[in-house]
Nanobody, 123 residues
Framework: VQLQASGGGLVQTGGSLRLSCAASGFSLDDYAMGWFRQAPGSEREFVATIDWSGESTGYAESVKGRFTVSRENAKNTVYLQMNSLKPEDTAVYYC?????????????????WGQGTLVTVSS
């Protein structure tokens, strides 16, 4: 069972990145998914979440209107499209899988975690 996050990198303020989270060893069909991030010196925080079907999503206020979470169950992959990036978005981004249909903003409710991908936004 593994989640592999990718797509991070260095981008200028106002730029865009798309993160991917690919699952192996299990099917994401039965899992809600979440994205979280941890900035240097800070605790890990919620970013976005999506239910198993992709029909319901939730976002942190700080990213609402700029980030979009989506999924392709046929590819066993979840995405996080990040637009209008700001220096304060700089962090390691983690994807996580929660068994069940409904999404959650709470880290404790997630069963599997990826290794993280670093996003750096320069000013």
């Amino acid at each position: 069972v593994q989640l592999q996050a990718s797509g991070g990198g260095l981008v200028q303020t106002g730029g865009s990145l798309r993160l991917s989270c690919a699952a192996s060893g299990f099917s994401l069909d039965d899992y809600a998914m979440g994205w979280f991030r941890q900035a240097p010196g800070s605790e890990r925080e919620f970013v976005a979440t999506i239910d198993w079907s992709g029909e319901s999503t939730g976002y942190a206020e700080s990213v609402k209107g700029r980030f979009t979470v989506s999924r392709e169950n046929a590819k066993n992959t979840v995405y996080l499209q990040m637009n209008s990036l700001k220096p304060e978005d700089t962090a390691v981004y983690y994807c996580a899988a929660r068994r069940g249909e409904t999404y959650s903003t709470l880290q404790a409710f997630y069963d599997y975690w990826g290794q993280g991908t670093l996003v750096t936004v320069s000013s």
